[in-house]
Nanobody
Framework: QVQLQESGPGLVKPSQTLSLTCTVS??????????WTWIRQPPGKGLEWIGA???????YYSPSLKSRTSISRDTSKKQFTLQLSSVTPEDTAVYYC???????????WGQGTQVTVSS
């Protein structure tokens, strides 16, 4: 059973960088064919895919967020991290980390963490 837990500040000021960490337990983040993703849900809107870092450490980003997004990992800590720069109130959302398994489907999700961008 894989478990994911998001952590990070719940309040970020406009123009600053949002930084969230997802800690994984129950498996390695380098297990073949697993992909580790960040997804968000703004208030009143649907889920938005932000990006992913698969087992081989490649990175993929949403075209609409690519210029502001960076995803990295620390294999020794079994963590992967999202950084979103130059945030605005439109980046206010519940942020989730999730795992895509060998079936190419989302198999496990974190509980989500609310991030509010406000001065």
């Amino acid at each position: 059973q894989v478990q994911l837990q998001e952590s990070g500040p719940g309040l970020v000021k406009p123009s600053q960088t949002l930084s969230l960490t997802c800690t994984v337990s129950g498996d390695s983040i380098t297990t073949n064919f697993y992909s580790w993703t960040w997804i968000r849900q703004p208030p009143g809107k649907g889920l938005e895919w932000i990006g992913a870092i698969p087992y081989n450490a490649s990175t993929y980003y949403s075209p609409s967020l690519k210029s502001r997004t960076s995803i990295s990992r620390d294999t020794s800590k079994k963590q992967f991290t999202l950084q979103l720069s130059s945030v605005t109130p439109e980046d206010t959302a519940v942020y989730y980390c999730a795992m895509i398994g060998v079936s190419d489907e989302y198999e496990y999700w974190g509980q989500g963490t609310q991030v509010t961008v406000s001065s």
